[in-house]
Each structure stands twice: as C-alpha cells, then as structure tokens.
C-alpha cells in the first residue's frame, strides 16, 4: 500500500497543477481558486520531495531520466513555435465563417459601421450577470474582428455595484460604447441594437418624424395588444425622433416623414391641401391602412391616395395557404417578395392581419413598386363582402372579389419625394413584437423613405434547421470533461503504456 503512495502524490500534483493551468486560461475571474490549487500543488511537490529524496536522486542518474528531458525539451520547443503562430494570429486576427447561412458573421451595414471608429479609441463594456456572458460577448467578438484594436469588457452587474452606479446601468445585458472618452449605451439584445447605436455616435442628429394625430389614429402610447407603444420603442431607438402633428397647425420645416397610422376619421380639405404642398416640397409620408368595415369612411383621403397613383380598395386580403403555417386566413403569412433597395438581404416570413390592398393606377405620378404581394389565386383573394367574412363563409365571387396576388404593401417616389403605403397597420401593433421580420420590415422603409439608407434595419439571420439548445447543466459537464476528467485519463493511460513498454 506504501508503493503505491508515490503514484498517488504524483497524480494529485498534476492534477493539481493541470487544473490551476486550465482555470488560468478558461476562467481568469476566479483567482483564489486558482491560487488554491497551485499552493496546494506546490506543498504537495514539497512534501513529495522531503519524503522521496534519495529516489527523485537515484532517479535524475537513470537514462530514463534523460530520455524524458530530451522529449519534454522538444515538446516545450514546439509549444513555444506554436505560442508564436498563436500569437501572430491573435494580432493579425483572420477569421473564416463555414457556415451556410454566415450566423457569425455581421451584415455590410454593421462592418461599415465599425470600420468608421478605425481612428478612434473604441471600446466595448457590457454589464451582465457572469452567466449570461457568454452570448453577449461571442456578438462583441464579431464587431472585434471588424476593428482589431477594440476592447472588450465584461462586468458582473453582482459583483461591481460601484461601476454599475458610476455608468448609470440599469439592466442585465447593457452595454457601453466609449468613444475617445463619450459614453453611449443600448440593450445588446442583437446586432440591430448595436449597429444602431454605433450609427448614432457617428450621426448623433436625430431624424425628426410627426405623426398626425386627431382622427383616431395608431395610438403609439397605448401598451394594449392593438397599440402602438412597442413601435415607437423601435422607431425611436433607431436614430429617429417623433412628436405629433395636428395638421390644423402648419407642418414643422423640420420634418423627415409624416406618418399616418390607420385613420378612422376622413381628413379635411385643408388638411389634404397641407400634405399635398408638402410632399410636392419633396416631404415623405408613411401611411398605414385597414379595412374599413362599416364602409370607408375615408371619401376624401381616398381621393388623395388617387392624387399620388393609387387606388384603394376596401376589402380584406383572405389567403388559404395561411392556415398551413399555423396563421389564419386574415392573417396572410408573406414569405416572398419584391425588388427593392428596401428589401435587400431581407429574409423570413412577415405577417400583415387585417390587411387591406391596393391598386395602382396607369398614370401615376409616383413611380411605384410592390414591395409585399399575397400568393396567386385560388390561394388568397381580396374580399369586399365583409357580411361574408363576420359569418366565417368568405368565397370567392367572380365579378366582386378580386384575384391574388394582391398589392398590400407599396413603395414610391417622385423626383425628390417617397412614399410608403401600408395596406395593415396591425402588423405592427404590440400583438404581433414578436414577429421581430415585420418591425425590421417597417423601419427598413422607414429609412428609406427619409433618405437614409444607412440605417436600414438588419437582425441576424434566421436558420432553416433546428437549433440545439444546451442548459447550463451541459456546459458545465462539457467543461469538466473537456478540461479536466479527459485530459487526466489521457495522462494517466499514457504513463501506464509508458511504464509498459520499458517494461518489456
């Protein structure tokens, strides 16, 4: 039993001293363990040493002895060739994304974004609890390889109370651009949060939206599942600012866009005069729209849609196909669409409820493109018989209904005027936040309507498989495994076939 002491005393010291090596590289934040287990190494390599001196002696004399010098000399020798390719990477970082669908790569607009801090001092701290570190900093790394001499920090919102009150953080997974010494912050809940604040700090003039308000309009302070508040969170923390417009005032000569969401009350004559000056003036208007089923009370701004080349029809989209996704048929699941500088890089499914459509007349002034269109007939078909619809036996009648595909989502402009007309407003009610493709469909055209194309909406790309969730429970038994119970048994397995062969 003695014998095999010596084996036992070895294999606690290197395990010790293995796993102070591997907390060192892995988990530097956890210091007195680290310190622990090489303390506790180095009194046992003591203790070992008093105890078997006359051996580790007689040992240093064997050829054995010598052997194994001239193999460790020469692996040392390649770890420090290898720790030199290592660290030239390191400083001169490439990164390869295999990938089919580049989910670790960032879009043109975020690279573009980054590379515009190159002469800056830039660095990147997010205030997280230590456990969700990991999927907010393997985002930062991305925007890293885009400027190599950014730095990155992470901080327990736990375990530093003072540097959380210092910068003001308010909530798990904020993050702090500085920039040659200004401070800026976001929610890093994507690569759209990020990239927009980065497009913030290199344009800090906010873009100035009026929504015109009196006529029973999108309410964007209302946090019921048909308002409008979760919309103007997105539309403000996209560089954009936005104030109400009562159009019985002139219009500010400050305006990027007026929005029109959803009215239910008909527009005077004057204030059709208003809009029509200002879009000849090259303003820009967003319009969102819904069916009318109590008949359109909407004669007079009806006449100004035909005034820019489009039609409205007071119908409501119906598609077939919808129910096979899971929606239903006032719901038509959009998958496919147009060209346009709007949609560009723009993927995934959209939902438009309660959506009406349009037609777009021969002589339009505006030059008009359908960015969004239903699937063909028989599979969606634009209903005018609401009656049909309130009783659940919507058809198709020939000479009333119209056929799909359908225009529900337009884009236009005129010499220096844009417009956008959208045939659902409720596509981007608090209901629907979830569906994140129909926010980043709206500030798309957004963005372009005002001219600024730089801010166009993005979000990581969607993957076509299943993704495989891993608790935390896995990740620590991966790191035990990886770290410290497989590299032990290799060691081990090795010594034993080591010890075998000079046996022979």
Not at 65 to 91: A, P, W
Not at 243 to 272: G, W
Not at 314 to 341: C, E, F, M, W
Request: with cysteine; charged share 20%.
């Amino acid at each position: 039993m003695v014998g095999y002491l010596k084996y036992f005393l070895i294999f606690l010291m290197s395990g010790c001293y293995l796993a102070a090596i591997a907390l060192a590289v892995v988990a530097p934040e956890y210091p007195v363990i680290i310190y622990s287990l090489l303390a506790s190494a180095l009194i046992l390599t003591l203790g070992f040493g008093l105890k078997y001196r006359v051996l580790i002696i007689q040992f240093f004399r064997t050829n054995l002895f010598r052997q194994m010098v001239s193999e460790f000399t020469g692996l040392f020798l390649i770890f420090c060739i290898l720790g030199v390719i290592n660290y030239l990477v390191f400083k001169n970082d490439f990164v390869k994304d295999i990938t089919s669908h580049k989910i670790h790569t960032l879009s043109n607009q975020s690279i573009k974004a980054m590379k515009s801090f190159e002469d800056k001092k830039v660095s990147f701290k997010i205030f997280a609890k230590r456990e969700e570190w990991g999927r907010f900093t393997s985002l930062l790394e991305l925007y890293r390889n885009a400027h190599h001499s950014l730095d990155i920090e992470a901080i327990d919102i736990q375990q530093d109370p003072a540097l959380v009150a210092i910068y003001g953080v308010k909530e798990s997974g904020t993050l702090v651009i500085e920039v040659d010494g200004d401070r800026f912050k976001t929610i890093a809940k994507n690569e759209l949060a990020i990239t927009n604040l980065l497009l913030k700090i290199s344009n800090p003039n906010k873009l100035k939206l009026y929504q015109v308000v009196g006529h029973n309009e999108l309410s964007l302070s209302d946090k019921n599942v048909i308002g409008g508040n979760f919309l103007k969170e997105k539309i403000e923390s996209s560089s954009f600012e936005i104030q109400p417009l009562e159009l019985t005032s002139p219009i500010p000569s400050d305006a990027n866009a007026i929005l029109i969401l959803n009215p239910q009350i008909d527009y005077l004559e004057e204030e059709i005069k208003k809009l029509k000056k200002y879009i000849s003036n090259g303003g820009a208007l967003f319009i969102t729209l819904s069916p009318q089923f109590n008949g359109n009370m909407l004669i007079k701004f009806s006449d100004f849609l035909t005034h820019l080349g489009v039609r409205l029809v007071n119908g409501i989209v119906l598609d077939r196909l919808a129910t096979q996704q899971g929606s239903q048929p006032s719901i038509p699941v959009i998958t496919n669409y147009g060209v346009h500088k709007i949609l560009e890089n723009f993927e995934g499914r959209t939902l438009f409820p309660l959506t009406t459509f349009f037609e777009v007349l021969v002589e339009a002034p505006y030059k008009l493109s359908p960015l969004v269109g239903t699937a063909p007939f028989p599979a969606s078909w634009g209903e005018v018989d609401f009656e049909q619809v309130k009783s659940g036996r919507s058809n198709y009648d020939e000479g009333f209904d119209y056929k799909g595909p359908l225009s529900i989502f337009l884009a236009g402009e005129y010499e220096d005027s844009r417009i956008i007309i959208s045939g659902s407003t409720a596509f981007v009610s608090n209901q629907f936040q979830g569906q994140s493709n129909n926010f980043n469909l709206f500030l798309n055209a957004l963005s372009w309507v005002v001219k600024e194309e730089a801010l166009v909406s993005l979000d990581r790309p969607q993957l076509k498989g299943n993704i495989i969730y891993i608790s935390d429970i896995h990740v620590s038994l991966i790191f035990y495994f990886a770290i410290l119970i497989f590299p032990f048994l290799f060691f081990i397995m090795a010594i034993f076939s080591y010890r075998k062969r000079l046996s022979r």
